[in-house]
Nanobody, 127 residues
Framework: QVQLVESGGGLVQPGGSLRLSCANS??????????VGWFRQTPGKEREFVAA????????QYDDSVKGRFTISKNSPENTVILQMNSLKPEDAGVYYC??????????????????WGQGTQVTVSS
């Protein structure tokens, strides 16, 4: 199975940008049959859906809270999924995780459909 490693988190001021990466460190497997999702979690809250992309075909889905500000994309040569986050708000802060699923489009928001979670990367939005 894939082995995911997130990177790119950090501290940014409101209105700033960050670029998160989700890399598959298992070179023997590819993302080709998966959808890759990004979720975020803050202390005491459930992990919530942010965005997802189907590797084959590039179909995407976003949570309404990030539409128009975040862009999910794939970098095929590097076997990586990118989450470009612009116009960041304090409420975007949290630990961001990526994971894979093979579920249908209508279930992409369901955290229980995902597996092979990475270790997470911290995003802090503060002045």
């Amino acid at each position: 199975q894939v082995q995911l490693v997130e990177s790119g988190g950090g501290l940014v001021q409101p209105g700033g940008s960050l670029r998160l990466s989700c890399a598959n460190s298992n070179s023997a497997r590819s993302f080709s049959t998966y959808t890759v999702g990004w979720f975020r979690q803050t202390p005491g809250k459930e992990r919530e859906f942010v965005a997802a992309i189907r590797w084959s075909g590039g179909t995407t889905q976003y949570d309404d809270s990030v539409k128009g500000r975040f862009t999910i994309s794939k970098n095929s040569p590097e076997n990586t999924v990118i989450l470009q986050m612009n116009s960041l708000k304090p409420e975007d802060a949290g630990v961001y995780y990526c994971a894979t699923t093979r579920t249908v489009f209508s279930s992409w928001r369901d955290v229980g459909q995902y597996y092979s979670w990475g270790q997470g990367t911290q995003v802090t939005v503060s002045s």
